[in-house]
């Protein structure tokens, strides 16, 4: 399986994880889950040994997996905004304070299918694939969790927040479209111009033939 662990907390107290095999993953996780700083929303992966460990926070609410590094980063956080929603949709504000483990014994089941599904259905990367030409893009920095652990610093997030982004797109769209309004409408213009221009000529070629503006020579 490419994902072999994941969990959902709120800060750090964990709430329903699976592991599908045994590994030190759940330790790491929650060292992760102490080192994470502020409260914001953000997308970020941090390495260790072959692995990577994935962290999605939303609204409070953190959703961690560790995968194979050769995995890459599309699937994992895929499979994290999936399990989001479906935690949310599940328990609602009940999230907000529930204790530990409040809902592993039913949650976990659905971890572990999505685990499965993510790792090995082919049908996943197709769509997951079509979702990321469609949704945000986010960037996000590897560090070394033993490293950054050993120096005891927090560790370094980096996040790229699409928003500016979004608004450049929605703005290029409507510029290109009234650019193209534009010039259609210039092509128009240009159209009955040269319309115009052709019956000027036929009509003064017409009044030379028929000697004179009225067409004398031609309406006899």
């Known amino acids: 399986m490419m994902i ?60 961690l997996c560790m995968a194979d590094d050769t995995a890459g980063r599309r699937i994992p956080f895929a499979f994290l905004e999936d399990i989001h929603q479906r935690f949310v949709k599940t328990y609602g504000r009940a999230v907000l304070t529930a204790q530990a483990y409040a809902m592993n014994d039913e949650f976990s089941r659905v971890l572990s299918q999505q685990m ?32 950054v652990l050993e120096r005891g610093d927090r560790l370094e997030l980096l996040v790229d927040k699409t928003a500016h982004m979004q608004g450049n797109t929605f703005r290029f769209r409507k510029q290109s479209r009234r650019f193209k309004n534009t010039v259609w409408w210039r092509n128009v213009k240009l159209t009955i111009a040269l319309i115009l221009l052709l019956l000027i000529i036929v009509y003064v070629v017409i009044s030379i033939v028929c000697h004179g503006p009225t067409l004398p020579y031609c309406l006899k």
């Open 4 to 63: 072999l662990y994941a969990l959902v907390a709120r800060g750090s107290v964990v709430l329903a994880e699976f592991s599908s095999t045994s590994t030190n993953a759940s330790a790491i996780s929650r060292q992760i889950l102490e080192k994470i700083p502020g409260n914001n929303d953000s997308n970020v992966s941090y390495s260790q040994d072959r692995y990577i460990f994935h962290v999605k926070r939303t609204d409070g609410l953190t959703v």
């Open 116 to 147: 499965e599904y993510y790792s090995n259905d082919p049908n996943a990367d197709r769509i997951n694939r079509l979702k990321g030409e469609m949704s945000q893009v986010r960037n996000v920095m590897i560090e070394n969790i033993d490293k």
